[in-house]
């Protein structure tokens, strides 16, 4: 892929916190690829097993270990070169996963004389922001840099891909409901692929020219919710149009957002009324020499089996 190939680096190795999760999978093997060495650290690191055949003998290692057993995060990061912290959560316990995870993390990465740290973050992070997950993204900031002052920060956008739970929450939906409601559809996103965004983070990981940088990665469209939903719906071969709900139902909704299945909670709702969008004069996928991936040259891929009859469905058009 044109803009995503990293140098050899056999020597380096890279330890991934949430490197069992959706973005996490993606990085490792852009560093596979890289030849560097890969240290899994997850709850679960057998969930990326299926690596294993990608790398090579003693390239890669699975490990059970969080921030919840402080021990096992200094043994993780014992002779890495680099740390990346994927650690991250859109419900339950922001200040658990977004602030004391990256405490311990960074602190430890000090101790263990880890040369450097990528933290992963997101658009719109702000301590003193009125949503939970952004305030929590933005404290979490401030621990990185405090125990590690130059740390990558990296701030993504929302994150697409054939494992996502976006763009394919959007179309199971629209896959089950003869009409699709749209809550928010005003709000602006700059979805970034997730393979272009994982690059990104092997280079901040492997050049120590990165370090101390903050970048707000995005895609090369912004779109609202409903042009979003919108292109989704066409995918996935769904003859009707979104259904645009005014915002005063979004907002009477989201606050019945902590009952089982709804549809949004109410810190999703807060984070709606900011644009999530990679900001003027911040450094992005240039920096690092990528080419951003347009969601229409790889969605319709994977978004085919929400379609009624597969490959085989005709599509609405305009």
């Known amino acids: 892929m044109a803009g995503r190939e990293l140098g050899n680096e056999s020597d380096k190795i890279v330890t991934l916190f949430g490197g069992d999760g959706f973005i996490g999978r993606y990085v490792a093997q852009a560093l596979l690829r890289a030849g560097a060495r890969v240290r899994i650290a997850g709850r679960n690191p057998k969930r990326a097993f299926f690596l294993k055949p990608q790398a090579a003998l003693g390239q890669v290692q699975f490990l059970a270990a969080g921030p919840a057993k402080p021990g096992t995060v200094a043994a993780a990061l014992r002779g890495a070169d680099a740390a990346v912290n994927l650690i991250g959560t859109l419900d339950g316990d922001f200040d658990a996963a977004h602030v004391d995870a990256v405490r311990v993390i960074a602190n430890a990465a000090k101790a263990e004389g880890v040369a450097r740290l990528v933290q992963i973050s997101a658009i719109g992070a702000d301590p003193a922001s009125a949503s939970a997950y952004a305030r929590s993204k933005g404290e979490g900031e401030r ?21 996502d739970n976006f763009i394919n929450r959007f179309a199971r939906m629209g896959q089950i409901m003869p009409v699709l409601p749209v809550v928010g559809a005003g709000a602006k996103f700059q979805p970034v692929y997730v393979v272009d965004l994982a690059a990104a983070i092997a280079k901040a990981a492997l050049d ?18 409903a042009e979003l939903n919108g292109r989704v719906l066409e995918w996935i071969g769904h003859k009707r149009a979104p259904l645009v709900l005014p915002d005063m139902i979004g907002d009477i909704v989201s606050r019945f957002g902590f009952l089982p299945g709804a549809p ?8 709606l009324q900011k644009d999530n969008v990679a900001g003027a004069g911040v450094e992005g996928l240039d920096a690092f020499g990528i080419k951003p991936t347009p ?16 490959r085989f469905a005709k599509l609405r058009t305009a």
């Open 208 to 225: 120590p020219s990165y370090a101390g940088r903050t970048f707000e990665i995005g895609g090369p469209e912004v779109l609202t919710m």
């Open 264 to 271: 949004i909670t109410r810190d999703q709702w807060l984070m």
């Open 143 to 163: 621990e990185a840099t405090r125990a590690f002052p130059n740390a990558t920060i990296i701030r993504p956008s929302v994150v697409f891909g054939p494992e």
């Open 295 to 310: 969601m229409a040259a790889v969605a319709p891929d994977w978004l085919v089996r929400y379609r009624r009859q597969g």
